[in-house]
């Protein structure tokens, strides 16, 4: 029975020499659990390539998709949160948004910037998930506002990616007031005759559905996102009605005539194209008897 025996002694694999996976090497679609490298499913832009699922992505990742080269330029890249109610949950909001800063790289949970898409000049807001769920506090709203502002000056479209559990409670009031600030912003840009276009990805919840998130002059989404404002637990206990299946789907919401359209990941920066050239000769003009635009 020496095959069952381990006959030779001491054998010991350095462990340079153990052929194990690298991590990250495969992806495992959490929706059909097809599996496929890594460099495939970043080749299909972090979507299935068997059922579509749409992977979550990063702000950095859009301006990557979007951006000619990948080539833009920042706005405030530097502004952080203040701690205006002094907020502590299970760690004060000082020392949270410190290590999320560490974790992630980012200063907020929204990055502004501008550059060219196929060659026009585009202002694009991109939410990030990873910092505390994507939250709107004041920095995210003020960052929106800004660059509302920075497309107002240059006469430059406004894309919006929203991708939010919606506001931050650790700033509570504070956040419902970018509500209303983003709204005004881009009513401004609206008077201005300057287009927005609002894409929706997974999710787009609470006071970001609420304000900016469905104020586009497009309203689009990515398939299978998440879009609501209240959580299916609260709606339902409020209404006391059992809700349809799906119902908070972009599909659903597209089917009961708050979206203009779903647009694949493998397509926007395209169809982008195609919606802002449609655009682009009464971009140039303002409104008849629209306002002039106000310093900002
Ligand atoms: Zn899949």
């Known amino acids: 029975m020496s095959w069952f025996k381990r006959v030779e002694k ?13 991590d990250g090497l495969w992806y495992k679609c959490p929706e059909c659990k097809t599996v496929a490298t ?15 699922h ?10 990557d998709l979007l951006f000619d080269e990948g080539k833009f330029t920042e706005l405030d890249a530097d502004m952080h949160s203040a701690d205006p109610l002094h907020f502590v949950d299970t760690k004060a909001y000082p020392q949270r948004l410190t290590a999320t800063e560490k974790n992630t790289g980012l200063t907020d949970a929204v990055r502004t910037g501008h550059g060219q898409l196929n060659g026009l000049g585009l202002v694009v807001a991109a ?7 994507g939250s709107m506090g004041s920095v995210v709203g003020e960052k929106i506002a800004r660059a509302i502002d920075y497309a107002r000056q240059n006469r430059l479209p406004f894309l919006m990616i929203s ?6 409670m650790m700033e509570a009031g504070f956040s419902l007031m970018q ?18 276009i ?8 609470g006071g970001v559905t609420a304000s900016f998130a469905m104020l586009g002059d497009f309203n689009i989404a ?19 009605k059992d809700l349809p299946k799906g119902f908070q789907s972009a599909e659903f919401v597209l089917e009961h005539g708050f979206l203009d359209f779903i647009v694949d990941r493998k397509e926007l920066k395209t169809r982008l194209t195609d919606l802002l050239t449609m655009l682009g000769p009464t971009a140039a003009k303002p409104k008849a008897g629209a306002k002039s635009i106000q310093p900002v």
Do not use: W
């Not at 991708?163 to 931050?168: D, E, H, P």
């Open 10 to 22: 001491g054998i010991v694999t350095p462990t340079e020499q153990k052929k194990e996976t690298p």
């Open 38 to 52: 890594m460099a495939e499913h970043k080749r299909l832009l972090y979507t299935c390539g068997n059922c579509n």
């Open 54 to 63: 749409h992977d979550r992505i990063d702000a950095a990742d859009y301006f």
């Open 127 to 133: 939410m990030d998930f990873r910092f505390i769920g």
């Open 163 to 168: 991708r939010s559990g919606g506001a931050r």
């Open 179 to 196: 509500m209303a600030k983003t709204s005004a912003k881009l009513a401004l840009l609206s008077e201005a005759g300057l287009p927005y």
């Open 198 to 205: 609002s894409l929706l990805t997974d999710p787009t919840t």
């Open 222 to 240: 990515e398939p299978g996102a998440l879009i609501g404002f209240a959580g299916p637990r609260v709606i339902k206990e409020t209404i006391g």
